[in-house]
């Protein structure tokens, strides 16, 4: 018999909701700016199976040669693995579209002017 899915879309959405936010904790140290209003989040899935809530973030880097990208991995996964209801998490890095500064939030923009941060982008 199968089971039903534990978490509805709602539920789902709240979720997400709460990993946006801690996600918005989390900065590349060389860039005054969070990672998910960065755009280095492109995107957050979820999955159900057998009770089991799998969640996979589809994440680039500012720059292929990013001297800190084990470490942005490590706490996107952590922050996505201590959220109690996720059971699972998968964390794939893409360069397909490469990032850009379109890619940035309104508040990063002005972030960006008011600390004049000049990118080579």
């Known amino acids: 018999m199968k089971k039903e899915n534990v978490y509805t879309q709602e539920d789902l959405e709240k979720i997400k909701e709460k990993l946006i936010e801690n996600y918005k904790n989390v900065y590349d140290p060389e860039i005054p700016v969070n990672i998910y209003d960065l755009g280095l989040i492109y995107t957050i899935d979820f999955s159900q199976k057998d009770n089991y809530l799998y969640c996979k973030i589809v994440m680039t880097l500012t720059s292929p040669a990013c001297p800190v990208a084990e470490s942005l991995i490590d706490e996107v996964k952590y922050l996505t693995k201590t959220m109690p ?11 397909n579209p490469p990032w850009d500064k379109s890619k940035m939030s309104e508040d990063a923009l002005e972030i960006f002017e008011l600390e004049s941060v000049t990118l080579g982008r």
Not at 85 to 95: L, R
């Open 85 to 95: 209801q996720i059971d699972e998490v998968e964390v794939e890095i893409t360069f």
